[in-house]
C-alpha cells in the first residue's frame, strides 16, 4: 500500500522561500510522474506542479516562475521549491500521483504565508 509523507512546511513572509518534501513507500516511485497539490480552506483542491518519471515539469500559471518541482527516485522524494511566497500561496500541500492520484493521501503539510 503505497504511503505518501510530506514535511518541510511553516509560517514565512511575503517574498519568503520554503522546500517541501514528500517521501513515497510501498510503490515504484520511479514510474510515475508526481504532483504536488494545494488545499486552501473553503476551497477545492487544485494541482500546483508536476513532474513526469524522466524529468519534464509543468506549473499552473499562478506559480510558474517561483516554484520548482524536482524528484530523486533514489530516495522516492519529490521536492518543491518555492521562492517569492505569496499570501495566497497559503495551504495545505500535498503530493501524489499525477493526473490519477492514488486513493490514499498523506497527512500534507501546512503553508501559511503571512502578508
Known amino acids: 500500500q503505497v504511503q505518501l509523507v510530506e514535511s518541510g512546511g511553516g509560517l514565512v513572509q511575503a517574498g519568503g522561500s520554503l522546500r517541501l518534501s514528500c517521501t513515497a513507500s510501498?510503490?515504484?516511485?520511479?514510474?510515475?510522474?508526481m504532483g504536488w497539490y494545494r488545499q486552501a480552506p473553503g476551497k477545492q483542491r487544485e494541482l500546483v506542479a508536476a513532474?513526469?518519471?524522466?524529468?519534464?515539469?509543468n506549473y499552473r500559471d499562478s506559480v510558474k516562475g517561483r516554484f520548482t518541482i524536482s524528484r530523486d527516485n533514489a530516495k522516492n522524494t519529490v521536492y518543491l521549491q518555492m521562492n517569492s511566497l505569496k499570501p495566497e500561496d497559503t495551504a495545505v500541500y500535498y503530493c501524489?500521483?499525477?493526473?490519477?492520484?492514488?486513493?490514499?493521501w498523506g497527512q500534507g503539510t501546512q503553508v501559511t504565508v503571512s502578508s
Open positions: 510501498g510503490t515504484v516511485f520511479s514510474r510515475y510522474a
Open positions: 501524489n500521483r499525477f493526473i490519477v492520484p492514488w486513493d490514499y
Open positions: 513532474i513526469t518519471n524522466d524529468g519534464p515539469t
